[in-house]
């Protein structure tokens, strides 16, 4: 399973990507926003850093004008993969970047017919969000598991980006589930390390190499 980090701050996504842990970065107009940055600089930055795909939005709403903001972020990095919101507007325009052999991701998916479609328009990722969905007091990982049954059955190539994640537990259940990619902020992929057992054996051998009074190397 692949991990992307949700967020454009570009001192958090340098860390994750030092650790290791990255496999692309999810942005938004609201992420954006949060950065303080420019949508080019702030794209710019984290593509020379994170060298899988980097989800940049448009922000137009009718096809030609997402087709024109789809040009001026594609020319940012050839990283960069361009993501429309789940629209008509938003599905024609997918279909169009895809034949021109860019990367989409297609957005705010909160159905499994959306999700459908999306794959039938030739969408990279669908970004389902399950958070947004949980928030309505609805399970949102029932609806990757519709997703995941859909797509396998028709083996559609649109990859399951699992978005909106607020807990270690949804990235658990996407990887049981089989989805593709998990987007979580950048406090929740480190909470993934985290086990108080792990942190008790820790202390507890440190204790006794101590009184060993020995030293590798
Ligand atoms: C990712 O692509 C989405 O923009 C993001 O996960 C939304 O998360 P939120 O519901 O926490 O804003």
Redesign the pocket.
Request: hydrophobic share 45%.
């Given at each position: 399973m692949k991990f992307f980090v949700?967020t454009a701050d570009v001192k958090e996504i340098r860390e994750l990507n030092d650790l290791g842990l990255l496999d692309g970065v999810?942005t938004?107009p609201?992420?954006i926003l949060k950065s303080g940055g420019k949508i080019d600089e702030v794209t710019r930055q984290i593509c020379e850093i994170v060298k899988g795909p980097v989800?940049a939005e448009v922000t137009a709403t009718e096809y030609s004008e997402m087709m024109q903001q789809a040009k001026v972020l594609a020319k940012i990095a050839d990283n960069v993969c361009i993501?429309v919101p789940l629209t008509l507007d938003g599905l024609k325009a997918c279909k169009a970047i895809r034949s021109e052999g860019r990367l989409v991701?297609v957005?705010l998916c909160f159905s499994a017919n959306q999700a459908l479609l999306a794959a039938k328009a030739g969408a990279t990722f669908i970004?389902p969000?399950v958070?947004?969905i949980d928030d309505i007091g609805i399970d949102g990982m029932e609806l990757i598991e519709e997703i995941k049954t859909i797509y396998d059955n028709y083996a559609f190539e649109t990859e399951i980006?699992v978005?909106?994640?607020?807990t270690v537990n949804h990235v658990k259940q996407a990887a049981l589930i089989g989805a593709d990619v998990v987007?979580a902020?950048p406090a929740t992929l480190k909470a993934l390390v985290k086990h108080p057992l792990t942190d008790k054996g820790l202390d507890q051998f440190l204790a006794d190499w101590a009184k060993t009074g020995q030293s590798i190397g």
């Amino acid at each position: 399973m692949k991990f992307f980090v949700d967020t454009a701050d570009v001192k958090e996504i340098r860390e994750l990507n030092d650790l290791g842990l990255l496999d692309g970065v999810t942005t938004n107009p609201s992420l954006i926003l949060k950065s303080g940055g420019k949508i080019d600089e702030v794209t710019r930055q984290i593509c020379e850093i994170v060298k899988g795909p980097v989800s940049a939005e448009v922000t137009a709403t009718e096809y030609s004008e997402m087709m024109q903001q789809a040009k001026v972020l594609a020319k940012i990095a050839d990283n960069v993969c361009i993501k429309v919101p789940l629209t008509l507007d938003g599905l024609k325009a997918c279909k169009a970047i895809r034949s021109e052999g860019r990367l989409v991701n297609v957005t705010l998916c909160f159905s499994a017919n959306q999700a459908l479609l999306a794959a039938k328009a030739g969408a990279t990722f669908i970004s389902p969000f399950v958070g947004r969905i949980d928030d309505i007091g609805i399970d949102g990982m029932e609806l990757i598991e519709e997703i995941k049954t859909i797509y396998d059955n028709y083996a559609f190539e649109t990859e399951i980006l699992v978005a909106s994640v607020r807990t270690v537990n949804h990235v658990k259940q996407a990887a049981l589930i089989g989805a593709d990619v998990v987007t979580a902020p950048p406090a929740t992929l480190k909470a993934l390390v985290k086990h108080p057992l792990t942190d008790k054996g820790l202390d507890q051998f440190l204790a006794d190499w101590a009184k060993t009074g020995q030293s590798i190397g």
